[in-house]
C-alpha cells in the first residue's frame, strides 16, 4: 500500500519500479487468503459489506472533501457544485482511468480497485465450483482485455476480469503450499535479473486499464514479471519477519488494515492540492528530489493519520470492518 501511495506522484524513477507488480501484488495475496468455506451467496453479501460499502463511503467523503477545499481555494459555488455532480457521476461509474466510451467517464481514481477486487474474487468463487477452474478465470481474465480495447464498462469489471487471474494464481499459491518452499538460487536470480530488465526498459502492468503493453512477446513479459517481482517482494517480507521484527510488526498492522489506509489515500490523492506544495517549495528553492519526498511523507501521513483515527473510533472500526489485529506470528511459523 505503501508502494501505490509512493507510485500516485508521477515520479518516474518510483513509477518505473512500482508499476511492474504493486497491484497484481494485491490481487495474488487476496487470492491466497481467499476462502471457500462460505457459501457463495453468504460470501458475495460478506465481500459487499466489506469492499462495496467502504467505496461509497469513502466517494461520498471525497465528495465533501473537494468543495470544502474547492471553497478554500476560491471556487465559487456553480464551480463546486459542478464538481460535486462531476465526482458523483465518476463514483457511480467506478473507472480507476478516464475513458471516452462509450461516454467520457472522469475516473474516481484509487477506489476503483474496491470494484475489481469485488469482481475477481466473485469470477474466482464461480470458476472453482467447475472442473476446470484456471481456464475458466484465463478465458475471462482475456475477454475482459479484448473488450477493454473496443468499450469501457462501469464499475472496472474488466479490471476485475484481468484480476481473477492473479486472484486464482494466489488461491493456487496456497493450495500447493508454494510459499513454504526454499526457492532456488537460480530462481531468485533469474527472477531478479528479469524484474531490472522490465524497470530498466519500463515494462510496467496496467491492470487498471487492461494494458499489459501492447505485443503479445511484451504482455507475456509483463505477466511474469509482474507475478516474479511479488513473489521476490513476499520472499523479501519474509526476511524482514524473521530478521527485523520492529518493522515487521509495522508492516503486519498495515497489511491488516489497508483497506483503511487505501480509502484515506483515495481522499487525499482525489482531492489535496499538492501542485501548490510544489509551488511553494519550488519558492523555497527545494530540488525536485526533495520535493517528492516532502509530498510522498505527507501524503503517508495523511493516510496513517487516518489509520490510527479510525482505530480509535468505534463507527469507523465497523465500517471497515476490524476488530482485533492480529500479532506477528513467531519468526518461526508460516503466516496464516
Known sequence: MLCIIAGHFGIVTANRFVYTFHVPLFFLISGYFLSTRLDLKTFVKKKVRQLIVPYYVTGLTIIVFAGIINTILGADLQSVTADAGSIFGALLWGAGTPHTDPMVIRQIGLLWFLWALFFSLIIVRVALSFKYPGLI????????????????????????????????????????????????????????????????????????????????????????????????????????????????????????????????????????????????????????????????????????????????????????????????????????
Open 137 to 336: 478465470v484465463a478465458g475471462v481474465a482475456l475477454v475482459g482485455v479484448v473488450s477493454a480495447r473496443f468499450v469501457w464498462l462501469p464499475l472496472s469489471i474488466q479490471p476485475g476480469m484481468l484480476a481473477s487471474f492473479f486472484v486464482y494464481l494466489g488461491y493456487w499459491a496456497k493450495q500447493k503450499d508454494v510459499l513454504s518452499r526454499t526457492p532456488s538460487p537460480s530462481l531468485v536470480i533469474g527472477l531478479t535479473l528479469l524484474w531490472a530488465f522490465c524497470i530498466a526498459k519500463q515494462i510496467t502492468i496496467g491492470v487498471v486499464s487492461c494494458d499489459l503493453g501492447g505485443s503479445l512477446i511484451r504482455s507475456a513479459i509483463c505477466l511474469v514479471d509482474s507475478i516474479g517481482a511479488s513473489y521476490l517482494i513476499i520472499l523479501l517480507c519474509k526476511s524482514v519477519e524473521k530478521h527485523l521484527r520492529p518493522l515487521a510488526r509495522f508492516l503486519n498492522m498495515v497489511g491488516q488494515t489497508t483497506l483503511v489506509i487505501m480509502c484515506f489515500h483515495a481522499i487525499s490523492d482525489f482531492t489535496f492540492p499538492n501542485y501548490l506544495l510544489y509551488e511553494a517549495m519550488g519558492q523555497l528553492g527545494a530540488s525536485m528530489p526533495v520535493m517528492h519526498i516532502v509530498v510522498v511523507a505527507l501524503n503517508m501521513g495523511w493516510a496513517l493519520l487516518g489509520l490510527a483515527i479510525t482505530l480509535k473510533c468505534p463507527p469507523l472500526k465497523k465500517l471497515f470492518q476490524i476488530e482485533k489485529l492480529n500479532p506477528l506470528p513467531a519468526s518461526s511459523q508460516q503466516p496464516r
